[in-house]
């Protein structure tokens, strides 16, 4: 009987390590979209789109912002010389949705913990004790809300990065670079 469990147990963790093995020849690198500005040395105008890949001194910039647009090569490129690059600003693509989503949610569970734990605290005379009240949803939504702007206005922050036309700046932000490049 011990035979029988120790074979029926390794082979399944064949199996499994089998499947992981063949897993891994088909999985095609995920793409991360990072919203770029830069802003050009003379230029009061910012260059907008998606980094894409990093050269010895220069950049590509796409103008695509669809993920499938990537694997499909349906893409189009500038190349932005390092000389003429005052800052490069990032930030990924759906950073304002996913601040806003974490804050909603840490603000509405947070509130709904103490509404319900004060319940029991508060007067007999201006609460029923044993139901929800909508002063209480209003205080739930109010600071969830809340919470949702402000983690908006975090997910909105870009990260700054100086070049200054600057090949010395540069290399010493390639690979901060680098992380946030599609390629």
């Not at 304002?96 to 603000?107: D, E, T």
């Not at 508060?122 to 029923?128: F, H, P």
């Amino acid at each position: 009987m011990k035979n029988y469990k120790l074979v029926l147990i390794t082979s399944i963790l064949m199996l499994l390590t089998g499947v992981q093995i063949n897993a891994q020849d088909t999985i095609k690198k995920t793409i991360e979209i990072t919203k770029t500005w830069i802003s050009l040395n003379n230029s009061p105008d910012k260059f907008k789109g998606v980094l894409y890949d990093l050269k010895d001194s220069s950049i590509l910039v796409s103008n695509s912002y669809k993920v499938q647009d990537y694997y499909s090569d349906k893409i189009e490129t500038v190349e932005l010389h390092i000389k003429n690059i005052e800052t490069i600003k990032v930030r990924k693509k759906n950073n304002i949705l996913i601040g806003a989503g974490i804050g909603a949610i840490v603000g509405l569970t947070a509130t709904a913990i103490v509404v319900s734990g004060n319940r029991n605290k508060r007067s007999s005379l201006l609460w029923d004790k044993n139901s929800f009240k909508e002063l209480d949803a209003a205080l739930i939504v109010g600071v969830g809300l809340g919470a949702a702007a402000i983690g908006a206005l975090i997910g909105s922050i870009k990260i700054k990065i100086p070049i200054n036309g600057s090949m010395n700046n540069y290399k010493e932000n390639h690979d901060k670079l680098r992380k946030k490049a599609v390629m």
